[in-house]
């Protein structure tokens, strides 16, 4: 990704929390562990609050008392700080694939995993069918 499209990215995303804080809403979950990079701008630009997928998942963790995690996630998200710094130093351990890019999940890998078609859309980039 380039600085670009975080920007964009950014103004969807912020244009879109807004128009559901429009509508009513209490609240904002970002559905997707990627875009959870641009969780801190997107809460600046409201007025609810965001739930970060790492805050829920880090109460949970210590609701359960867990204590040996596993992290899968993109490469993108694998390689970025933005799960890890929420959930290390605390009193659990977290393990991370031990893949050649540091992700278990990458374009190149995930059909060797998944019976699933990465088709490439011009708009859009990848989506599964």
């Given at each position: 990704?380039?600085?670009?499209?975080?920007?964009?990215?950014?103004?969807?995303?912020?244009?879109?929390?807004?128009?559901?804080?429009?509508?009513?809403?209490?609240?904002?979950?970002?559905?997707?562990?990627?875009?959870?990079?641009?969780?801190?701008?997107?809460?600046?630009?409201?007025?609810?609050?965001?739930?970060?997928?790492a805050d829920a998942t880090?109460?949970?963790?210590?609701?359960?008392?867990?204590?040996?995690?596993?992290?899968?996630?993109?490469?993108?998200t694998m390689e970025q700080?933005?799960?890890?710094?929420?959930?290390?130093?605390r009193e659990f351990r977290?393990?991370?694939?031990?893949?050649?890019?540091?992700?278990?999940?990458?374009?190149?890998?995930?059909?060797?995993?998944?019976?699933?078609?990465?088709?490439?859309?011009?708009?859009?980039?990848?989506?599964?069918?």
């Open positions: 990704m380039t600085r670009n499209d975080f920007d964009l990215l950014t103004t969807l995303l912020i244009a879109a929390a807004r128009s559901v804080e429009k509508a009513g809403a209490n609240f904002i979950l970002i559905c997707a562990n990627t875009m959870h990079v641009l969780a801190d701008a997107v809460q600046a630009g409201i007025n609810i609050p965001l739930i970060h997928i880090l109460d949970e963790i210590k609701q359960r008392n867990f204590t040996k995690v596993g992290l899968l996630g993109t490469q993108f700080d933005f799960i890890r710094s929420v959930l290390s130093g977290c393990w991370y694939p031990n893949c050649p890019t540091g992700s278990l999940f990458s374009k190149s890998s995930l059909t060797n995993y998944f019976p699933i078609s990465l088709i490439p859309n011009p708009r859009q980039g990848l989506f599964v069918s």
